[in-house]
């Protein structure tokens, strides 16, 4: 989904609504990680900085505030395909830290991420969402919302 959809789709949502949260920070990733892609040097480095630390607490909060809901309705194996999948974005991203910023090949690898978190959120927006939205009424997943903002606060 692009940045537009995902805001698209985030309004749909009352501000504070899990849903509104989860999709809005698709948008704010996507656009972080084109931040890294379109600048060089201390920028670059600054913004990788920024991007991964965003992403792990994302992360981390998904993993207390989502993941629950998601085992809970049966469907444990599509928790633990995303929870591997952030395992395997988190191994990445420690491989990036090492290369030289400016190298071709951090270029590559760093596109080879991209397209794996890119990846990752359409997985959890058709497959996790739903579940969300269908087993949660507003007002707990606005309460879901508190939670999740709170786990990231951490
Ligand atoms: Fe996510």
Redesign the pocket.
């Known amino acids: 989904m692009s940045v537009d959809d995902d805001l698209a789709q985030a309004e749909k949502y009352p501000d504070g609504d899990l849903l509104a949260i989860?999709y809005r920070?698709?948008a704010d990733i996507a656009e972080a990680l084109d931040r890294v892609t379109h600048s060089t040097g201390d920028e670059r480095s600054a913004n990788f900085t920024a991007v991964t630390a965003f992403m792990k607490k994302?992360?981390t909060a998904?993993q207390q505030v989502v993941r629950p809901i998601i085992e809970e309705t049966d469907r444990g194996e599509e928790a633990d395909a995303r929870n591997a999948e952030e395992q395997q974005a988190d191994q990445a991203i420690a491989a990036l830290s090492a290369l030289d910023m400016d190298s071709f090949e951090f270029d590559a690898q760093f596109d080879q991420l991209k397209a794996a978190v890119a990846a990752?959120?359409e997985a959890?927006e058709h497959n996790e969402f739903p579940v969300i939205e269908s087993s949660r009424t507003v007002e707990q997943r606005t309460e879901l919302g508190r939670q999740f903002l709170q786990a990231q606060a951490e």
């Open positions: 989860l920070q698709h994302h992360e998904e990752h959120a959890e």
